[in-house]
């Protein structure tokens, strides 16, 4: 295993440069890295300019594997859908993915994931986190783990975000003991963006101005006298908050032409693909967009029909906008989900919880682009090959945005194995 | 409010003031003084492992600010300040003296018992909630008003079910963890005894060796059979329940065929309860029998043996982590840190520190306030926060020579403690064979006691079965004497004989069957006479393995001892080393600089980072004093009192006390009436306006570690420009902002915004800036004292202590 197999996107060189960063800025946050989290080698070079993005688009409820990406021909649990071609030949997926389909070349599939929890807010948590809770553990959930890990100190937004359409959002709770730096931040795509980030009522933007300044004055007087990285932690805070105000148009996809807008789409789903889109050119480190509702006990056929096309027709145009501005090199996008659906076909055409043997499906940086890793048998009952579950995936998204996860975090001299230390990567699936 | 007239209103102020302020008790202490008191021990300790510069005390105001916020979790007001100052001012020479009195003072205030339990509550409930915080502060309030003992509130946290109502509050410990035994293990281990024991749930601790599973399922053991009783009764309200269950059982995941061993309610430090009695049938162990609707209440609790164990006095892993958790509480650093990883990979900064704070802890008994008393008097405490001049400075007397001295006599000394180590180990291993020994002997029993259940259980099963087979044969029997009565009636020979013949096989039968009824009757009895003995024969043995454990105990406590000379032996030869190299590094430089040479550059680089680890290994010790984030209630409670918040309330709170009661400032449980009825309106006005509101952004989530510091963009934006925040900087009801627009000097006004804010004087060019800004905007004259105000209220010398 050489260095660069860990570096599919980007130069050797950015594993460095954040490195460099991140040891000033993890001490000036009052928490300092023990180790290095990046699997580079430490090389030479010029600082780098691109960063790696994590998309998340989360399908709420468990989409039926059947209906995606894993689409069986028996008549008797197949489902009515038939599969069909993708741009990668061999590779089939449900009709109800006409356009996706178009992209897969773009693309790897997981279709051997198997995992043991079949409840909703369990099973959630274990794909997002790469472990199992215990009762008495919470370990920070993938995006938490991606901002520390692609932190960079001069960085004006938030590092992890979930999406939303209207409104505007606050804090989450999902960095566990990573701290709530690194918990994400719900950002708005229309007219809201960040909370607070507008000035109080009736105050002038010359007299928010005169106060930052008293306040830096303030400040100096006292920085004068002692210092710490704390105390500058807590002074920059208000600068990077600051720069963010000034960016809220960043959160505003009305920004975008008409062209832009029409092609993502006015759904809900597409709003929150384009400002993801705009995130990502911005470099942010994690963003997740929440699909919900894949919980069909009931007529699955129908409500896929109709919950696929909603999902296929803007997320394939999302990795083709990527593309072709140059971001999907740099930005790994996981379509994920908590569990897939039974083979069997209850009394209410509905299929129910599975989590037995389902799919994933990544697309982007740091992947082997048309990949299709495991498989299950003719009927989707058992995994019949390479079976994988949540603690391989975890260490496999890391590893694809070169993030070291074999490594350790150093929390105020607690010490946290960034992912499951008895597992690894699918390296298989690794570019 | 309004109608009073401005004069009247600052002379009630005042008197209101003065009243707040009052000691809460004139009672004095009877401790019997120790020849040397605790504060001094202390210094004594921390000078003999300091060899930098000495460090001063810290400034006037620096002290002021930072023993409000540590004693009664805000910053002193402007009259307080000032008032303070002037009394320093007047007589410098009795400055030591003068700051007793405002330790002493801040300790009889109710405002302490107030805060404190705010301290004591995160601790505990790590901002878990079910029962609300406000319950559960206010039962620590309460204790803490009444002076009990810190240990027996801790006891009544494990002990508590939340049955009885003046005690409910204190069940939230396990209620808002939702009685889930491995988060209660976990946080016992964690909270009382200062041990994350959390890995060792599936296997020997990975990274900490003195972590054994055993004491992770020791301590499970004990509340494994603790359960969340939600009674349909008394309103769905969740209460602890108990089962009374066979023990348990753990494997290790990484020798997963090795035997399974079987979990003995032990603490750490070998602490562990009485041999637990058997019952002969299960229904004996329970006072009463869980069921869907009866909370299960077992003759002998294992929870109550623990709430007793946990917080003993003998019990030391939790004196150490009590003390240390106190410590930390004051000085922002543990003795041992993190405060829940005391083991011997993470070496407390000094182990005849936390030894002699644990055993005080323990003489005072476990009295908050004399205790914190004694660290605010240290120096420790005390010192500056700035670091010294290293530039004129030429290193400890002796120099190098002096410094590998010491290295060797602390390498002689660390092998003189080897040999006891080794024997103490021995004794231990010896002592754990004993305890296997006993512990097989009661483990035997037990099987034969389960064996002789079984049987029994068995045997009256089957006497079961022939008693109801009895009862049909006398059914028979019966109905045959009444067909005889009847025949013989009607005079039916034939029948009759036949009949008869029926009988006599009934009568053998019956025979039969009451022999085999009655035999089994015996059996039965022999039976339960046998559990019985064998419970008492284990009872008996279990005294031996108790007395075995208490032989461990006292082997561990002097390996602790020990262990404690190694760790403070290693501990100061790493500091000595660090300061070697600062000096090597020095000397190498001041020769490159000498020969001008090229590496000078370097080299200065090289020393800049040698000094950042003498200074942090100075702070670490305790020699420098470290810069501390103020803690989300400190933020609030600083924040609503500089803004002075408390103001109104104070006025409106004092008039409704008058308008009940007869006010009488003779008589003084009257004035301490007032003063908890004035404080109270205060803190319930806290909470409502500032508190939830700043802890919600500089807390860390709940059930996380509360000791972390963090910057988030968010609470900039908060303090920013949040709509409620903005708000407290209107002027209204004699708070800061009116209070400052009324001064029309500009230095009186810079002066009473600084004390209000920073607790301290500005300085002529602070006041210079002021007068400028004031100038500048002097249309719009509110707009620029609210933008004053937020300047320093956003300033980094707000958020931190010094």
Known sequence: MTGNQYTPCGTIDHGLARRQFMGEFLTGAGTIAGTSLFSHPIGAGEIARQSRSVVVVFLNGGISQFESWDPKSDLETGGPFRSIATSVPGIHVSELLPRTAQQMHHMALVRSVSTDLDDHGLANNLVRSGRMTRSATEYPELGAVVARGLERPDFPLPGHITTMVGGVGGRANNAAYLGPRYASVAVGAENGGIVNTQLPEGMTVAVDSRRHDWRRFVNSRHRSRVQSAEMDAYTQSYEQALRLMERRELFDISQETDTVQQAYGKSEFGKQLLLARRLVEQEVPFIEIQHAGWDFHHNNFEFHLHYVADFDSPFAHFLTDLAQRGLLERTLVIVMTEFGRTPSINAGYGRDHYPKAWSIAAAGCGIQHGAVIGSTDAKGVEVTDRKVDHRHLFHTWLRAVGIDSSSQFDIGGRKFPIADPAFGPIEELLA | ?802
Request: proline residues 5%; contains cysteine.
């Open chain 2, 1 to 802: 409010m309004n109608t009073i007239p401005q004069p009247r209103l600052l002379f009630l102020l005042l008197a209101i003031l003065a009243l707040l302020f009052l000691p809460a008790s004139a009672v004095a202490q009877h401790t019997p003084a120790p020849a040397e008191p605790l504060s001094h021990r202390i210094d004594a300790i921390l000078n003999t492992i300091h060899l930098g510069p000495p460090v001063p005390l810290t400034g006037d105001a620096e002290f002021h600010r930072r023993i409000y916020l540590d004693l009664v979790g805000r910053g002193p007001t402007a009259e307080e300040s000032a008032e303070f100052f002037r009394r320093i001012e007047t007589a410098p020479a009795d400055r030591a003296a003068i700051r007793e009195a405002v330790i002493d003072d801040l300790l009889s205030r109710s405002e302490f018992s107030r805060y404190y339990a705010k301290v004591l509550e995160v601790m505990f409930t790590e901002r878990r909630e079910n029962i609300g915080t406000l319950e559960f502060r206010e039962f620590i309030r309460r204790w803490l008003a009444e002076r009990r003992p810190l240990n027996e509130l801790c006891t009544e946290i494990l002990a508590a079910d939340g049955t009885d109502e003046d005690f409910r509050a204190a069940a939230g410990f396990i209620l808002n963890r939702q009685a889930d035994p491995n988060l209660v293990t976990r946080d016992i281990g964690r909270i009382f005894f200062g041990r994350d024991i959390q890995c060792a749930q599936c296997h020997d601790h990975p990274l900490v060796a003195d972590y054994e599973q055993s004491e992770y399922f020791g301590i499970l053991s004990f509340v494994n059979r603790t359960y969340l009783f939600t009674d349909e009764k008394r309103g769905n309200k969740p209460f602890l329940g108990e089962k009374s269950e066979a023990p348990l059982e753990f494997a290790s995941v990484f020798r997963p065929t090795a035997p399974r061993s079987i979990a003995q309610p032990v603490l750490p430090m070998s602490l562990a309860m009485d041999a637990e009695p058997d019952f002969v049938d299960p229904t004996d162990a329970y006072l009463v029998a869980p069921e869907k609707d009866k909370r299960g209440v077992p003759r002998y609790s294992r929870r109550q043996q623990l709430a007793v164990l946990a917080t003993h006095p003998e019990n030391h892993a939790f004196n150490r982590n009590l003390a240390n958790r106190l410590w930390a509480a004051m000085m922002g650093q543990g003795v041992v840190h993190p405060v829940d990883m005391h083991h011997s990979e993470n070496p407390p900064a000094s182990a005849a520190l936390l030894r002699l704070l644990a055993h005080e802890l323990v003489a005072s008994q476990y009295d908050l306030r004399s205790f914190l008393r004694q660290i605010a008097r240290s120096h420790a405490w005390q010192r500056s926060v700035m670091v010294p001049d290293l530039q004129n400075w030429d290193g400890p007397p002796g120099g190098k020579p002096a410094l590998a001295e010491m290295l060797t006599q602390i390498d002689a000394q660390h092998a003189a403690l080897l040999p006891t180590l080794t024997q103490l180990d021995q004794e231990l291993s010896a002592a754990a064979e004993q305890l296997q020994k006993a512990q097989a002997d009661v483990s035997r029993l037990q099987t034969q006691l389960d064996d002789a259940r079984k049987r029994l259980q068995q045997i009256s099963e089957q006497h079961n079965s022939d008693s109801a087979k009895l009862t049909q044969i006398r059914d028979s029997h019966t109905r045959q004497l009444q067909l005889i009565e009847s025949l013989r009636t009607a005079q039916n020979e034939a029948e009759l004989n036949a009949a008869n013949e029926v009988k006599s096989s009934l009568d053998q039968q019956l025979d039969q069957q009451e022999e085999v009824v009655e035999n089994a009757g015996y059996k039965i009895e022999g039976l339960r006479n046998r559990i019985l003995a064998l419970a008492n024969r284990k009872l008996a043995l279990g005294e031996f393995v108790v007395e075995a454990r208490g032989v461990q105990r006292g082997i561990r406590k002097r390996m602790l001892q020990q262990m404690d000379l190694q760790a403070d032996l290693s501990q100061q030869k790493s500091r000595i080393g660090i300061l070697m190299q600062w000096l090597e590094s020095r000397n190498r430089l001041e020769q490159a600089q000498a020969s001008e040479s090229s590496q000078s550059a370097e080299l200065s680089a090289g020393l800049e980072l040698r000094e950042t680890e003498l200074v942090e290994s100075w702070r670490q010790s305790f020699a420098i004093r470290r810069i501390r984030p103020l803690n989300p209630e400190q933020m609030s409670s600083a924040t609503y009192f500089a803004l002075e918040m408390h103001r109104p309330v104070i006025v409106r709170a004092t008039e409704e006390w008058r308008s009940g009661n007869h006010e009488n400032p003779a008589d003084h449980d009257n004035v301490l009436r007032q003063q908890e009825f004035v404080t109270t309106a205060v803190a319930v006005n806290l909470w409502d306006t500032v508190e939830d509101l700043v802890v919600t952004r500089f807390a860390a989530p709940a059930g996380a570690p509360q000791d972390s510091f963090f910057a988030t963009v968010d609470q900039a934006l908060m303090i920013q420009n949040d709509a409620t925040f903005q708000g407290w900087l209107k002027a209204s009801d004699g708070n800061l902002i009116q209070r400052l627009e009324a001064i029309a000097e500009p230095e009186q006004l810079a002066i009473q915004l600084y004390l209000a804010v920073l607790a301290r004087m500005p300085d002529p060019d602070e006041v210079q800036m002021v007068h400028d800004l004031l100038l500048q905007g002097a249309s719009e004259r509110t707009a620029v004292i609210q933008e004053l105000v937020w300047g320093l209220l956003a300033s980094s010398e707000f958020r931190f202590s010094m």
